[in-house]
């Protein structure tokens, strides 16, 4: 019986053992998994944050929306790398083999505080430039305010609703319109998400937005009319005769 009851503890301890080992090799490829997935999300954050120039008022949207998405990603990264590296001491206590080219949280925590420097130092760039980004905004809503008076004044004048319009004149005009509103429509989409980053009163172009809803309706029906008119410019030259064969 004793001999019995050492062969069934041995058995289970060698169950036991490669329970344990099947355990901790899941739990480690997990881990390096997540190491690496994190270790290249700081990375990238850094290089995003090598291209910010705040005194390119042509990018401002982008320089003032990396600034931002990073502060909100700095204290996720500082919690994350603390669990790694917890995690990684009880991987190596466990003699858990790392794969070849794996990148310790030493050099992980080393990504994460050049980041954060530079962090810093675009942060405070920006900090010191809000007065004259907030200048460079405002002149640019004036800007494009201008460029909402003059499209909404072209819209006025020129919009197709005349029945006299030939569809093909009709379409030309607005193609004409509807270029000159996406174009400046992107621009008013650019400076309100700079001006909603900087807590600024956003320019209203609700009036933009109609127009273009007005302009794709407009097109629809044009679009139906053209059809037709091109059916009735290649029935024209047939002979009556032929049109009216029974």
């Not at 291209?51 to 700095?74: D, G, H, M």
């Not at 127009?211 to 059916?231: A, F, G, M, P, Y």
């Amino acid at each position: 019986v004793e001999v019995l009851f050492k062969h069934v503890v041995l058995k289970i301890n060698n169950l036991y053992e490669r329970l344990s080992n099947d355990l901790v090799l899941e739990f480690g490829n997990y881990f390096e998994v997540l190491s690496k997935n994190t270790n290249e999300e700081i990375i990238k954050d850094k290089k995003n944050l090598e291209q910010v120039n705040i005194s390119n008022p042509t990018e401002l949207v982008y320089n003032i929306s990396i600034i931002n998405e990073v502060k909100n990603k700095i204290e996720d990264h500082a919690k994350n790398i603390k669990g790694l590296k917890d995690s990684e001491k009880v991987l190596i206590a466990q003699k858990f083999q790392f794969k070849p080219g794996y990148k310790s949280m030493q050099l992980v925590d080393s990504d994460f505080h050049r980041m954060k420097n530079l962090f810093q130092t675009q942060l405070s760039i920006f900090e010191k430039n809000q007065d004259t980004i907030r200048e460079t905004l405002e002149k640019e809503d004036q800007r494009l305010s201008r460029k909402i008076g003059e499209i909404e004044s072209l819209w006025n004048d020129k919009k197709p609703f005349s029945s006299e319009m030939h569809p093909d004149e009709a379409i030309e005009v607005l193609d004409q319109l509807e270029q000159k509103i996406k174009g400046n429509k992107n621009d008013l989409d650019k400076l309100n998400q700079a001006k909603a980053l900087m807590k600024m009163e956003v320019l209203d172009y609700e009036g933009v937005e109609q127009i273009l809803e007005d302009s794709t309706k407009l097109r629809s029906l044009w679009e139906t009319l053209q059809n037709l008119w091109k059916r009735v410019e290649k029935t024209k030259d047939i002979p009556f005769a032929v049109v009216n064969t029974p």
